[in-house]
């Protein structure tokens, strides 16, 4: 009879279990990683039709700061950047990622690889960085990236390097 109880218990946990809604921890991690690998289709999934992202760092003299309103714009600017920059992917590596309620912040790189002319060269931009977003019914309706413009590391990798 105990073993009948406990089944319907284990039962009863993994229905639960199963429908129990992902954290803002994990959307936003999916989605962070999405950006990461400039898959911003996939990235757009995960956005509120009414997101705001905002790059308060941009630099002005490059035309920042960097906002948009809604997904439609905000996906239109990153794939904008990735046709016109040739990006291969952002790269981003955090040492540090935390949730409180419905607010997770990652901390740490954007090592950013771009395609060049020569065919046996692409170009590395890294700067340290701060992403903050915000995650509601699922979907991340804000993001605000922190990024040290003023101290990139920046080098042109052979290929052989890769």
Do not use: C
């Not at 109880?5 to 229905?15: A, D, N, P, R, T």
């Not at 999934?45 to 760092?57: A, G, S, V």
């Not at 002005?60 to 600017?77: C, D, F, H, M, R």
């Amino acid at each position: 009879m105990k073993l009948k109880g406990l089944f319907y218990f284990l039962l009863l946990f993994l229905v639960f279990a199963a429908n129990a809604e992902p954290s803002a921890k994990q959307i936003a991690q999916r989605y962070m990683q999405h950006y990461s690998n400039a898959n911003f289709q996939d990235m757009a999934t995960l956005m509120d039709p009414n997101i705001r992202f905002e790059d308060l760092t941009f630099p002005v003299n490059q035309g920042g700061p960097a906002i948009y309103e809604g997904k439609t714009s905000l996906i239109g600017a990153l794939e904008d950047f990735k046709q016109t920059s040739k990006l291969i992917r952002l790269g981003f590596e955090f040492e540090s990622i935390y949730a409180s309620e419905n607010i997770v912040t990652f901390i740490g790189r954007v090592n950013s690889l771009y395609a060049t002319s020569a065919e046996n060269q692409t170009y590395q931009w890294q700067a340290r960085q701060v992403s903050v977003i915000q995650v509601k019914n699922n979907l991340v309706i804000s993001h605000s990236d922190y990024v040290d413009y003023a101290n990139p590391s920046e080098k042109i990798i052979e290929k052989n390097e890769r």
